[in-house]
């Protein structure tokens, strides 16, 4: 349950949605400048430093605040994180909806010809 805003209530005129890049995903990450660099998650009962369950990310537990802002599990939003791949990987989601905006033509004119 995130806590109350005093803030104004005000409309939404539009929402934009994009896709992050690799350069844009590593500057938000909370793991810098590595990433995730362990296959472990827990010891003893502890989120593991550089793990999938780093306390980094966001709290998992009600008796662990988070290690980025602080909060507790009720209000922390979570923060992003990032994997090094030894090789670049689609995103499946992505593939599909990919492959069908490069088939869809093009909705700008042409460049005008130039006179020889």
Same mark, same amino acid.
């Given at each position: ?6 803030? #104004? ?23 810098? !400048? ?26 998992? #537990?009600? +008796? ?25 990987? +689609? ?18 004119? !042409? ?6």
């Amino acid at each position: 349950m995130f806590m109350h805003s005093e803030a #104004d209530i005000k409309k939404v005129k539009r929402v934009q949605f994009g896709i992050l890049g690799p350069d844009e995903i590593k500057a938000m990450s909370v793991m810098q !400048p590595d990433g995730v660099t362990s296959d472990r998650t827990f010891d003893n009962g502890k989120p593991v430093q550089g793990g999938l369950m780093d306390p980094r990310l966001g709290s998992i #537990d009600r +008796y662990i605040n988070c290690a980025t802002c602080g909060m507790d599990h009720n209000e922390c939003p979570g923060h992003f994180g990032h994997i090094e791949l030894a090789k670049p990987m +689609y995103h499946v989601s992505f593939l599909e909806n990919t492959m069908k905006a490069a088939r869809r033509p093009s909705r700008r004119p !042409p460049p005008p010809r130039r006179e020889k």
